[in-house]
């Protein structure tokens, strides 16, 4: 009925523990002040006197216990219940039952709150079977009075005023909107950072491409004004080339000697028939004398 065992571990009977469930069971967090009273008074060796309990004091701790409570389990979801148990035995006090609208709130809730403390106290959660709270709350509880008092096998739900479930209900929605906005806002930031960066990259990988494109233009143009360079060097060296090719062939033409038969002609000779002609004169000279 309510998801429990009277004797706990110790009960032979085979009890459904559910592996996920829209409700989450926190045991034993609850400071029941009955039995907060009968443990004062026991370490105070009070002989079994327990003083009476300040019911307005009491209220105004329940109060404050269950706002605590709504308010830290609403940040994981909606709360279509939260109950907290007013019974006495060993195996319900202190219990407090939440219904979340999706069992995926219930297992974050889970996750998150199993293990952490509260008022001093680690709190020990689980998953329940109970989604249905009207089959396991006490209906003569709930009319006014219960024959079986504190130690009850059915809840004795703790009422709560309807106008603060509300309030609570209200303000843990405005805080999850306002924690989604909130979500929102920071993965916009987280994209637009992301984006910039990309862009920033991208930009650099465009600047790093221009310089290598300007690199490569460099060189092109280094390697054509060195063609160009060697072409010139190549021309002149050919015109120089053919200058001085030139020159040595005038300079052969003036430097070769000359044939025999014009070295032997005088200035006033007329070549061979000069010579032969002035032969017979000489001798008809000689032979007169």
């Known amino acids: 009925r309510w998801g429990g065992a009277r004797h706990a571990d110790r009960c032979s009977r085979l009890h459904h523990r559910p592996a996920f469930s829209p409700t989450v069971l926190i045991k034993h967090i609850y400071r029941h002040p009955v039995r907060e009273a009968e443990l004062r008074a026991a370490a105070e060796g009070a002989s079994g006197r327990v003083e009476e309990v300040d019911r307005e004091r009491a209220l105004e701790d329940f109060l404050v ?4 409570m709504y308010e830290e389990l609403g940040k994981f979801g909606r709360l279509e219940a939260l109950h907290v148990c007013d019974n006495l035995g060993d195996h319900m006090i202190g219990h407090v039952y939440a219904k979340f609208a999706d069992e995926e709130e219930a297992a974050d809730a889970l996750s998150v709150m199993n293990g952490r403390y509260y008022a001093g106290r680690k ?39 309807h106008c603060l479930v509300r309030s609570l209900e209200e303000d843990c929605d405005e805080g999850r909107r306002n924690d989604a906005r909130r979500r929102a806002e920071r993965d916009r930031r987280e994209r637009d950072r992301r984006h910039r960066k990309k862009r920033r990259r991208d930009g650099d990988e465009r600047d790093r491409d221009r310089d290598r494109d300007r690199d490569r233009d460099r060189d092109r143009d280094r390697d054509r004004r060195g063609d160009r360079d060697r072409d010139r060097g190549d021309r002149d060296r050919d015109r120089d080339r053919e200058r001085r090719g030139s020159r040595d062939d005038d300079r052969d033409k003036r430097c070769r000697p000359c044939p025999p038969e014009e070295v032997s002609s005088g200035p006033g000779g007329s070549g061979g028939g000069g010579a032969g002609s002035s032969s017979p004169s000489r001798d008809a000279q000689e032979g007169g004398g």
Request: with cysteine; hydrophobic share 30%; charged share 35%.
């Open 123 to 161: 709190m020990e959660v689980e998953y329940s079977p109970v989604t249905d709270f009207r089959e396991a709350r006490c209906r003569d509880f709930d009319d006014g009075e219960c024959g079986r008092g504190g130690f009850c096998n059915f809840m004795h739900i703790k009422p709560v005023p």
């Open 65 to 68: 216990f269950f706002e605590d």
